[in-house]
């Protein structure tokens, strides 16, 4: 079994830019993509909504986006479809269809989704003899053809135009009269001579003589057949990062992930961002910025992990896990009071950068030393143990940067094993027993 950090599945432009922030940032990262590095843009003509290019096609947006993180030592696999995820501890082990393992602390799934099937006779028999869900890879079959787009969104708009370059005529059949998609497109593309709106209809069935001739449709209550070689069928997308998990994990009732602010899952150490997670919008910005967002965290999750890991041998390495996915991560100047003697206890820290000053008033109220605290260290351990007031003050003797449990994660983390909680208890009764003598 292989060992990394991270593992990025997808190569999208949300997986190469997690890739390229990765790599950047020097983890132990992999990138594995079941196709070729680009994902849903590759079957995108133009790009015309990205800052930065004005248009450019998919393919060369893909391109670059690859060389970038390529050129950072982005560590990829292609032709790598992975099978399921699972958590092992506080690891993740990833299987792929080859039955390769790899194993790593966090996991960003950016795997996008597939097209939506219109469900009619005919679709399945015709894919490939007419029934297309990708105008850019197909549309240069049908030269001089009538074609039929079927969908009122971006997607049918967008790849709508690009088959006007091949169709004689192309009808856009739509389900309502009004459609989804960007004014911009709207006006492109029904204000071509050749380009006919078909609403609002139906497809009821596709039909050929071994490739597609016609497709019925129930036309506003009738019944009508348009005689077309070619169907474009964009109807929406079905996300698919949910199914590669063996165990459960949140998604909405579309199958999208559910992530919070920084795109965390349900599964701690497992991201998602792009297209498979839920979220108003499915652009190539909202995708590069989330998985901006999911590396960056990682990164603090894996460091956080580590520690943990190496300050409670002994501890759950589930429960590790979930304690390092909630843990917060806190910043100090030096002379920042992180705790104060005498006020309630609520949480708990570790110390990850820096180092930190403990202090008590004695009898007559003079400050005295007791103890300076380096990474790996931690505090505020007494408090919540006795349920009771801080007996000490800690500041930062340096810049500090400390991980912060509250008291439930603390708790479970420490009841998570006898020899944790044993060994918690006694740094405190030393702690104490210093303190009072
Ligand atoms: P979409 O926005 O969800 O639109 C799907 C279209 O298919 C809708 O018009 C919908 O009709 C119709 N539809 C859904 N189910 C249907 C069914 N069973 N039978 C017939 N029609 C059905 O999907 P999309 O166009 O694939 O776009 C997906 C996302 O990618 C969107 O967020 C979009 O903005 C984005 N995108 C952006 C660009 C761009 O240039 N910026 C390009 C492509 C895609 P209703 O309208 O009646 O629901």
Aim: charged share 25%; net charge negative.
């Amino acid at each position: 079994m292989t060992d990394f950090d991270l593992i990025i599945i997808g190569g999208g432009p949300a997986g190469l830019t997690a890739g390229l922030y990765a790599a950047r940032a020097s983890m132990k990262a992999i990138l594995l993509e079941q196709k070729d590095l680009g994902g849903e843009i590759l079957n995108t003509e133009l790009i015309e909504d990205y800052p930065g290019f004005a248009s450019i096609t998919g393919a060369d947006l893909s391109q670059k986006m690859a060389e970038h993180a390529l050129k950072f030592g982005l560590k990829v696999e292609t032709y790598k479809p992975v099978k399921e995820i699972r958590s092992d501890g506080d690891r993740k082990i990833v299987q792929l269809e080859d039955g390769t393992e790899l194993r790593a602390y966090a996991v960003i799934v950016t795997v996008g989704g597939e097209p939506t099937k219109l469900g009619v006779p005919g679709e399945q028999e015709y894919h490939g003899r007419g029934v297309s869900y990708c105008a850019v890879c197909d549309g240069a079959f049908f030269k001089g053809a009538d074609l039929a787009v079927i969908g009122g969104g971006d997607s049918a708009f967008q790849e709508g135009l690009f088959l006007t370059r091949f169709a004689k005529k192309l009808y856009l059949v739509h389900r309502r009269d009004d459609f989804r998609a960007q004014a911009i497109l709207k006006d492109r593309l029904l204000g071509m001579e050749k380009v006919t709106p078909v609403t609002p209809a139906v497809v009821t069935e596709i039909g050929g003589n071994g490739d597609v001739k016609w497709i019925d449709l129930d036309h506003d209550g009738r019944r009508e057949r348009i005689n077309v070689e070619g169907v474009f069928v964009f109807i929406g997308f079905r996300p698919v990062g949910r199914h590669l998990f063996k165990d459960h994990i949140d998604h909405d009732k579309n199958g999208y992930l559910i992530t919070d602010q920084y795109m965390r899952t349900s599964i701690p150490g497992v991201y998602a961002a792009g297209d498979t997670r839920a979220q108003l919008a499915k652009q190539i910005t909202t995708a590069v910025g989330d998985a901006t967002t999911a590396v960056l965290h990682a990164e603090r999750y894996i460091e956080e992990l580590k520690d943990m890991e190496r300050d409670f041998p002994t501890a759950s390495r589930e429960v590790v896990a979930e304690s390092a996915g909630r843990a917060d991560l806190l910043a100090f100047q030096p002379g920042d009071v992180i705790l104060r003697e005498g006020d309630p206890a609520d949480r708990f820290y570790m110390i990850i950068n820096g180092q930190a000053l403990a202090t008590a008033r004695g009898p007559d109220g003079a400050e005295a030393h007791l103890n300076t605290l380096g990474p790996g260290d931690y505090f505020g351990e007494i408090g919540l143990l006795n349920n009771a007031p801080r007996i000490a003050t800690v500041r930062a003797k340096t810049s500090l940067e400390v991980m912060a449990l509250d008291r439930e994660t603390f708790e479970r983390l420490i009841t998570s094993s006898q020899a944790t909680e044993a060994e918690v208890r006694r740094v405190a009764k030393d702690r104490e027993a210093e303190r009072l003598g």
